[in-house]
């Protein structure tokens, strides 16, 4: 079965810091992985996915993800963070095993970006 | 590209009465579309698949007859909240995938949720 486990549920950092939120997955074949961020009362906004090509996948908004199968992680990182970065963000995997593609969300973390 | 837009964006009912909240896909054609709820500072939680011109695939656990989803064409689904109660009081999100993407397309593109209160 596939799972994505977020080690944190709360990231604080202040603004012009780098930012480094963690996702483990689980899958017992080559997963496709996603980061989601959601503003306040908002819908999710696709940040960037891994689909087998290079581990190393940017984003929008300067952020970045790199896919690591020894670790089985797919930690998302900024370099420097802005105040307007602060949201809570999903990390996901895709359920191949289900003919639809379903989503497979971590709990989340929202990210606190400190003046 | 890739816009998902739901309607309305907040609704207030009464305990009782039904609800019906739109998804569409503004700018392609998606033959599957998902219907989530979230609940306050939680995750999202799926509740069915909707597929284009076939009966919505439920989760366990969700009750098909309160939440009735259509998915009349390849640019609409809605989700009908049926007799109501404040307990359904939640937010609601979709998504779609692209269908010219191709089936192996993953992607989700959500719509920006609708609130729902129920008095």
């Known amino acids: 079965a596939q799972s994505v486990t977020q080690l944190d549920s709360h990231v604080s950092v202040s603004e012009g810091t780098p930012v480094l939120l963690r996702c483990n997955y689980s899958?017992?074949?080559?997963?496709?992985l996603f980061w989601y961020v959601q503003h306040p009362n908002k819908g999710l906004q696709l940040l960037l996915k891994?689909?087998?090509?290079?581990?190393l996948v940017k984003g929008i908004n300067g952020f970045e993800a790199e896919f690591k199968k020894s670790e089985t992680s797919f930690h998302l990182t900024k370099p420097s963070a802005h105040m307007s970065d602060a949201a809570e963000y999903f990390c996901?995997?895709?359920?191949?095993?289900?003919?639809?593609?379903?989503?497979?969300f971590g709990t989340g973390t929202r990210l606190k970006v400190l003046a | 590209g890739a816009v998902v837009s739901q309607h309305p964006s907040r609704v207030i009912c009464k305990s009782g009465t039904s609800v019906k909240i739109e998804c569409r896909s503004l700018?392609?054609?998606?033959?599957?579309m998902f219907w989530y709820r979230q609940f306050p500072k939680k995750s999202l939680m799926l509740m069915a698949t909707?597929?284009?011109?076939?009966?919505?695939?439920?989760e366990q656990g969700v009750e098909k007859d309160k939440f009735l989803i259509n998915h009349a064409s390849l640019t609409l689904s809605t989700l009908t909240v049926t007799s109501a109660h404040p307990e359904d009081s939640s937010f609601y999100i979709c998504?779609?995938?692209?269908?010219?993407?191709?089936?192996?397309?993953?992607?989700?593109?959500f719509g920006p949720g609708t609130r729902l209160l129920v008095l």
């Open positions: 998504s779609a995938r692209d269908y010219l993407a191709g089936a192996t397309q993953e992607t989700q593109y």
């Open positions: 899958s017992s074949y080559s997963p496709s």
């Open positions: 891994y689909t087998s090509a290079a581990t």
């Open positions: 996901v995997v895709s359920d191949k095993t289900s003919g639809t593609y379903k989503y497979i």
């Open positions: 700018d392609f054609q998606a033959t599957t």
């Open positions: 909707s597929n284009e011109g076939s009966k919505a695939t439920y």
